[in-house]
């Protein structure tokens, strides 16, 4: 997660009565010369310790907004930064609103049969790991097995791709009917696009959750 502008800036805006919106992306890190051992790239084993830690240090990154006087909280994420936004939402009752974009929830279609999946399909059946194992551990991480804590299911946006073929909107459509008061919106696009994000924020700003024009 990346910050700009100055900390008396920043502190003015956490301050403010505005709902903060915490933004989840994964970045192209290796482009930009900087280690992947720690982020969402191969090796494959590392997601599951990548992921428990993204959770812990969100939730640090939380505790210290609110030290700084924010109040209100929402959450967009992106692919697996929805992921993560899902998670959280277990853990969190108190979180404001939640717009989930592509979330992974179906991880062995995911990496068994997305298209874009061949290097780590690779890894796997070098490491003798099937799909059937995957499988069995999915209701450790995945979203369609963590509730949302309190009534954030209300104030949650789900959007599928209409071409996505990384997260189906099959699937999507499952996470919506498991958290009732969810909304579940569909957008001519595949997994990577720019579709996705202004739709959500006019959603979240046509219920209130967010106000136009301010951050």
């Known amino acids: 997660m990346r910050a700009t502008g100055s900390g008396r800036d920043a502190l003015t805006h956490l301050a403010g009565t505005q709902p903060l919106c915490i933004c989840l992306f994964i970045t192209r890190a290796a482009r930009a010369g900087i280690s992947t051992a720690s982020s969402a790239s191969p090796p494959i084993s590392s997601l599951p310790v990548t992921l428990r830690q993204s959770v812990v240090e969100i939730r640090q990154l939380?505790?210290?907004?609110?030290?700084?006087?924010?109040?209100?909280?929402?959450?967009?994420?992106?692919?697996?930064?929805?992921?993560?936004?899902a998670l959280l939402a277990s853990l969190e009752p108190d979180l404001h609103f939640l717009a989930l974009l592509a979330p992974l929830v179906n991880l062995g279609h995911a990496l068994y049969e997305g298209p874009t999946s061949w290097t780590i399909r690779n890894q796997l059946a070098?490491?003798?790991l099937d799909r059937a194992l995957v499988d069995s551990h999915a209701h450790l991480s995945s979203?369609?097995?963590?509730?949302?804590?309190?009534r954030i299911a209300e104030r949650t946006l789900i959007v599928a791709g209409l071409f996505?073929?990384?997260?189906?909107?099959a699937d999507l459509a499952v996470l919506h009917e498991s958290w009732p008061g969810s909304e579940l919106l569909t957008v001519p696009q595949a997994h990577f696009g720019y579709a996705m994000i202004p739709q959500a924020v006019t959603w979240l700003c046509t219920r209130g959750l967010l106000t136009p024009g301010h951050p």
Do not use: E, M, N
């Open 62 to 85: 939380l505790v210290w907004l609110r030290g700084q006087g924010a109040t209100k909280f929402g959450l967009l994420g992106s692919s697996y930064g929805g992921w993560l936004a």
């Open 126 to 128: 070098r490491a003798g």
């Open 143 to 150: 979203p369609l097995c963590a509730p949302p804590a309190g």
């Open 164 to 169: 996505d073929h990384i997260v189906r909107l």
